[in-house]
């Protein structure tokens, strides 16, 4: 059973959900749009007031409800540092055991927001069951149930029945109107994660109704990219993902120079420029463009998402290690353990410095911080470095 919750956390946590097309007036649409592009750019208090605009323009947009909902949910994920692909790639997809409760307040305003954009949708189905924006709007707002469900309260099966229904409607909407390439993104998305599953998690999901194949996954995906439509950044955000987890790293490159040119002001865009190069071997190339991001956000006053700052000292301290550049690695390295950040950073800089010590013929350094990396990776569902740690222990 506890497989099966993971499973059902990894295919819920990873669909990427934000405003889309729907019927509304001029006033409201430009509102998101421009709530979309603050979100976009890390600028989450603004594109929350805007989004609040948005529904105060048009009370029966639901696509405006729906934005509000998602910035408030990405405002929850931002606090607790969990919105990088490497929240999404192995066993760290598994929500956080040491992640803080959602602050009552934003909760209780994300479900208002939420059921508002439900209850629109749904009014709309009643009235004209064939209509596939509707559908849309209904799919996308279940999906962002599921993925709030999932990530914030933690329940994977709850979020897992949301979402099927997500799945369904937007199947119900490429079958309307095949012109509508943004309903492929939750499609896509989840029959990509359904196919990655070990076969008998995948038999479960193939049991509540979910289709797999992961090269027609990614291919809808793809597809939902090249649609000019407002969910067309949502897509390329998880192409990002998803050609990291094919080690297609060209192809995430591409897409993250695309982002980077549309959303300046997006910090983490840059430190998942670098994080892609490190994971394709590119230390030295990972190491000048974290240098770069480090320099052009040097006075951005802005919030930082929670363990930021350790997080790009433990990405410039890899990349330098990779590069040869020891001293320098540990000096990025140690910085990192001592700022607040996410377990398995600190966790992951250890294994490094572990590895360091290592090369300087310091065994038993090498071995206390191969067994710290081991701890706190263990802590915060990072097995994979976990076992890493335990394997050069042993050696």
């Not at 408030?72 to 929500?95: H, Q």
């Not at 020891?326 to 377990?343: C, H, I, N, T, Y």
Request: proline letters at 4%; charged letters at 30%.
């Amino acid at each position: 059973m506890e497989a099966v919750r993971r499973a059902a956390a990894t295919i819920v946590a990873a669909a990427v959900l934000a405003a889309a097309p729907a019927v509304a007036n001029e006033q409201s649409r430009a509102l998101r749009l421009r709530a979309a592009e603050q979100i976009y750019n890390l600028d989450r208090d603004p594109a929350i007031a805007t989004y609040r605009q948005a529904v105060a323009a048009d009370p029966q947009d639901a696509g405006a409800h729906r934005g509000l909902a998602s910035a408030l949910w990405l405002s929850i994920t931002f606090r607790r540092g969990n919105l990088t692909v490497d929240d999404y790639l192995g066993k760290v997809s598994r929500p956080s055991a040491q992640a803080p409760p959602a602050p009552p307040e934003t909760a209780a305003a994300f479900r208002e927001a939420l059921d508002r954009a439900l209850g629109l949708s749904r009014t709309r189905i009643a009235s004209n069951p064939k209509d596939p924006d509707a559908h849309y709007q209904l799919g996308a707002a279940v999906g962002l149930r599921a993925s709030y469900t999932a990530t914030v309260d933690g329940s994977a099966m709850g979020a897992f029945r949301a979402a099927r229904e997500a799945y369904d409607e937007h199947e119900r909407v490429m079958q309307l109107d095949p012109r509508r390439k943004d309903a492929a993104l939750i499609v896509g998305t989840y029959r990509y994660l359904v196919a990655a599953l070990a076969l008998p998690l995948r038999w479960v999901a193939y049991v509540a109704g979910f289709g797999g194949g992961r090269e027609r996954g990614l291919h809808l995906v793809e597809e939902a990219a090249a649609y000019p439509g407002d969910s067309q950044t949502d897509a390329r955000f998880a192409l990002v993902l998803m050609y990291n987890r094919e080690r297609r790293y060209d192809a995430a490159l591409a897409q993250l120079a695309t982002l980077r040119d549309q959303y300046p002001r997006n910090r983490l865009v840059w430190l998942e420029t670098g994080s892609t190069l490190l994971r394709a071997g590119r230390g030295a190339d990972a190491e000048r463009v974290i240098d770069e991001g480090i320099r052009r956000f040097a006075g951005d006053v802005r919030a930082r998402m929670f363990g930021e700052d350790a997080l790009w000292s433990y990405k410039r301290g890899a990349a330098r290690e990779a590069a040869g550049r020891d001293a320098d690695a540990e000096q990025d390295l140690r910085k990192a353990v001592s700022l607040e950040g996410r377990r398995w950073v600190h966790g992951r800089a250890h294994l490094e410095l572990g590895k360091l010590a290592l090369k300087a013929g310091n065994r038993a350094a090498a071995n206390r911080d191969f067994q710290t990396a081991a701890t706190l990776c263990e802590s915060d569902n990072d097995s994979l470095w976990a076992d890493e740690a335990r394997r050069l222990m042993k050696k």
